[in-house]
């Protein structure tokens, strides 16, 4: 059974960095793309990045670039996302997903609140 | 960047009417475009990939077509599970962008 868990979320203040992992099971991780999309309060879903299979390639929606990191860690099935220079728009809830045909698994998701 | 147009943004529907979702891109995006079904507290459900092709899982009701750049997805007998706000996305070129949503709500 395929499974992604996220975790690192919480409380942050704005300008400060956190870091989200990804822990991933059921599946050969190093055989998918992977992604991590948001949603804010009352928002819609929104793509944030994507890393390639073997992590060479990256892609990240404008509001991100220049603060937000995406890589993983193949030998431990696990994706992150490091968020730097955080700011209040950033506040959302962020999805692990793996990245086939759009998503087709995704996590529970978890909770990033930027405020001082 | 790829713009995808969903109406209506909200609908209510009786039990067992045929309602079709459509979302329509401001650009060509082939095939590649997916529906999730998002339920509060819960993360969002692949309805249907690559347009027309059903997800794992997902009821037999739920289709998907297209027609041009119009793409839709139709449930041919409404049930009340399938009350949520339904999602397109297209992933044929980043930034990968969705929709704004349709809210499905049960008459």
């Known amino acids: 059974e395929v499974q992604l868990v996220e975790s690192g979320g919480g409380l942050v203040q704005p300008g400060r960095s956190m870091k989200l992992s990804c822990a991933a099971s059921g599946f050969t991780f190093n055989n998918y793309d992977m992604a991590w999309v948001c949603q804010a309060p009352k928002k819609g879903l929104e793509w944030v990045a994507t890393i390639s299979y073997d992590g060479s390639s990256t892609y990240y929606r404008d509001s991100v670039k220049g603060r937000f990191t995406i890589s993983r860690d193949n030998a431990k099935s696990t994706l992150y996302l490091q968020m730097d220079s955080l700011r209040s728009e950033d506040t959302a809830t962020y999805y692990c997903a793996r990245a086939w045909e759009g998503f087709d698994y995704w996590g529970q998701g978890v909770m990033v609140t930027v405020s001082s | 960047d790829i713009q995808l147009t969903q109406s209506p943004s909200s609908m209510s529907a009786s039990l067992g009417d045929r309602v079709s979702l459509t979302c329509q891109s401001s650009?060509?995006?082939?095939?590649?475009l997916s529906w999730y079904q998002h339920k509060p507290g819960k993360p969002p459900k692949p309805m249907i990939y690559?347009?027309?092709n059903l997800a794992d899982g997902v009821p037999s009701r739920f289709s998907g077509s297209r027609s041009g750049s119009d793409y839709s997805l139709t449930i041919s007998s409404l049930e009340s599970e399938d009350t949520a706000i339904y999602y397109c996305l297209q992933y044929d070129e980043y930034p990968l962008t969705f929709g704004s949503g349709t809210k499905l709500e049960i008459k």
């Open positions: 650009q060509g995006i082939g095939n590649y």
């Open positions: 690559y347009a027309t």
